[in-house]
């Protein structure tokens, strides 16, 4: 029979605790050079010419020649310069010397050929203004190319700097292989995670960390409770792994560093052009004013978002002057509906024997969290006497109704950084553009002619062109920004050094040291 | 009735009144908005707080009980108008008709019943039919899923009741088809298909919030208990009551008409139908033991 005195209890304990304590103190060690970033859906292969992944993840792989810098300034990449002609029909580029695909192919001008004819002038890409516009590439010097267009683009340097499909292919890689230049290489894939290793051969700032584990979480409260177990080290991004303001805030108050910087994308609510209702300039004022956007930002954001009604943010290069946002007033948007012809008051309004009754699009799926959104819009508008009836529909439906301006009401988003202003004026305001399924959120052919001149505008003139835009939907009250949500990342505290690059579309690692 | 588990039935019965009395219950307007009393827990000026847009959550649950109740109660009547109609003319006409529309309820049977639901309500939000709101659309939706079970129900007594010797002796007296039906046939069909019907209400509530909690039922500002939990998700670990009232509720009212479906299965078939069965089935004996001593003789 087992004998267990007080000492051997004792010691036994101990051991057993000691025991308990060995598997954590490895897992941390085997863990010690490698950042865990969450996201919220698997890489792929990281094929340029495909939609496979979430564009970050091609970002820690593939370079750019130029990189898009804080408030859109334009930084060296794969190019250390670059010279546009005064007619804008041509663009030199002086390729950065000594630098190699992580398979030891050089890049060069020859790799850079191969890499833009993959997508310049081919239809699918049309969507990209340089892509259009292409005519031909010349080699100009081993590391020297020359661009040439049909027509200018102003807005080219900036296409240059996005992510899929314009970055730089290995030209030596087989099909499915993801090699590029860029800080980090693919180790490994697969549908849980994918882990890269540092390119110790990368031109620019390398990692201090030696490996990189993006692993799949795609439920976001499964993300905030890896993090808090120290099983990942940052989640966050809205185009890597969303992470929401409430969260956030629950993030914060159990240690995490949260890391919020002002966002460069605009939620606005649409008005449908085609829908009667909203034709009446009257309605969409009154809509307009009296919409609290600061409660939004508050409520629903945590102050996780800045209220504002200019259809871009200032972190948007050539996003015009900054209009005050005003307070909400719903004596002022009752005495539009009554200028407008409308009668009524808080009960509800009449107009030719029409009720002012509109229908609210909505999709959970396409939009997470914007049926909350609705409701407090719902609710303010049921106040000035607007009746709202919430549709809540599948991302499919969304997908049908909203490029048919089927709908009253619905929730956009422009594109945010690098893309805008002129990607989402491009296409969400432009009667010919061909959006697909996200449609567009005001079209009308005065508006075409004044998008279409500040898009072909380039140098001193373009600020001007871009607020005449800027303006005609401001005195027409075309659509009704409500506010910026900002960048929100949360960090666990082993991280050290956490900034973000300039876009969420980039995976953060400069500066980051690991405790 | 006696022994009926009253304590566990009672959730049933309160969820009825409440829905009924539902506009004299609630002490706030559920869909007023307070900016300045987010997120309270339980006190003398919400009983049961506010949710994340500082709504009474007391008066928000007492109003999802009326939105059930009612969509409930249309869906069931739906259903078991079209239920019983279908299935009772099948049984009664036979031959090809009876195939074809026992083969239309087969078919509607062998898929969940939530599933067809989805399915309709994926149908429903096409613009064709943006004339209907999108709690009509529910209890559509649920009517077309729910009917086929009373169809089957229906067709089935009806088949075995024509087999009886008085509806043979109805007919030699020249009674009429819609005479046969209604006076005989129709409430032994309706006995039993209401009896099944109140055990499927708690599944219909559960239903309901199913949709809602899939964002494809009750259109906001409306409350109801699916959308409050689903509501409620976002904001579980600062305020995990947001989840659990409406969960409660839900629980106890599914649980309860379950219970009483039961109960009304083990215990409520009618007496008078009890009466006559037996009544029948001694005479079928006792002329069993006429023509047996008239064989033996």
Known sequence: ?515 | MKNWPWAILAPAFIFVLIGIFSPWLMTHDPAAQDYAALLEGPGWAHWLGTDYLGRDMFSRIIGGARTSLVAMVFVLVAALAIGVVIGSFAGYVGGKTELVLISVIDIALALPSLVIALALMGVFSGANFDWMSDYWKMIVALTMAWWANYARMSRAVVVAELQQPYIEAARVMGASHIWIFTRHILPHVLGLVVVYASADAGALVLAIATLSFLGLGVAPPTPEWGQMLVDGMSYIEENAALVIIPGLALTAVVVSFNLLGEAFALQKVPRAVRGRLLSRKKAARAAEEVARKVVEA
Not at chain 1, 48 to 74: C, K, M, R
Not at chain 1, 95 to 104: A, P
Request: proline share 6%.
């Open chain 1, 1 to 515: 029979m087992l004998k267990l005195d007080r000492r051997s209890f004792l010691a036994t304990t101990a051991g057993l605790s000691f025991l308990s304590v060995l598997p954590r103190v490895a897992f941390a060690n085997g863990h010690a050079d490698t950042l865990r970033v969450a996201i919220s859906g698997e890489t792929g292969d990281l094929d340029l010419l495909q939609n496979v992944s979430t564009l970050s993840s091609y970002s820690a792989v593939f370079d750019a020649l130029i990189h898009y810098g804080p408030g859109g300034t334009l930084e060296p990449g794969l190019a250390t310069a670059w010279t546009v002609a005064e007619d804008g029909l041509s663009i030199s580029f002086d390729l950065r010397e000594g630098v190699s695909f992580s398979d030891g192919t050089p890049f060069d001008a020859t790799a850079a050929e191969w890499n833009l004819k993959r997508w310049m002038g081919v239809a699918d890409f049309s969507w990209i203004g340089i892509a259009d516009a292409y005519e031909s590439i010349v080699i100009d010097a081993p590391n020297k190319i020359t661009l040439k267009l049909k027509r200018p683009v102003p807005a080219a340097l900036l296409e240059l700097t996005i992510v899929r499909p314009v970055r730089f292919l290995s030209p030596s890689a087989a099909a499915g292989q993801p090699i590029g230049t860029g800080p980090w290489i693919v180790e490994s894939y697969s549908s849980t995670e994918t882990v890269l290793v540092r390119n110790d051969a990368y031109w620019g700032e390398k990692p201090t960390f030696a490996r990189l584990e993006l692993k799949v979480v795609p439920d976001e409260l499964a993300r905030a409770n890896a993090l808090r177990a120290g099983e990942l080290d940052v989640i966050g991004g809205d185009w890597v792994a969303a992470l929401s303001p409430r969260r956030a805030q629950a993030l914060a108050s159990e240690g995490m560093t949260i890391v919020a910087e002002p966002g460069t994308a605009t939620t606005i609510l649409g008005f449908s052009p085609n829908s009667p209702m909203m034709q009446d300039k009257a309605v969409r004022d009154a809509i307009f004013l009296g919409i609290d956007r600061t409660a939004v930002a508050t409520v629903l954001f945590e102050g996780f978002a800045d209220p504002t009604v200019d259809i871009f943010p200032a972190t948007v290069p050539t996003a015009g002057s900054r209009t005050p946002v005003p307070a909400r007033d719903i004596a002022a948007a009752q005495a539009a509906l009554t200028a407008g012809g409308w009668a009524g008051d808080a009960s509800g309004w009449t107009k030719d024997g029409a009720t002012l009754e509109i229908a609210f699009l909505v999709s959970e799926e396409s939009f997470p969290g914007s049926r909350r959104i609705a409701e407090m819009i719902q609710g303010m508008l049921m106040e000035v006497g607007v009746k709202t009836n919430i549709e809540t529909v599948d991302n499919a439906t969304m997908h049908d109704r909203r490029p048919k301006f089927d709908y009253d009401l619905t929730f956009f988003g422009t594109y945010g950084a690098p893309y805008d202003p002129h990607g989402s004026l491009g296409a969400s305001f432009v009667t010919a553009s061909d959006t697909g399924p996200d449609g567009k959120i005001y079209v009308h052919p005065d508006l075409d002619v004044l998008v279409a001149t500040a898009l072909e505008t380039g140098g001193d003139a373009r600020e001007g062109a871009m607020q005449a835009v800027y303006d005609w939907l401001r005195d027409n009250t075309a659509a009704c920004p409500l506010v910026v949500t900002q960048r929100l990342w949360a960090v666990h505290p082993r991280v050290a050094g956490f900034t973000l690059p300039a876009t969420d579309y980039d995976l953060p690692f400069k500066g980051i040291t690991l405790g």
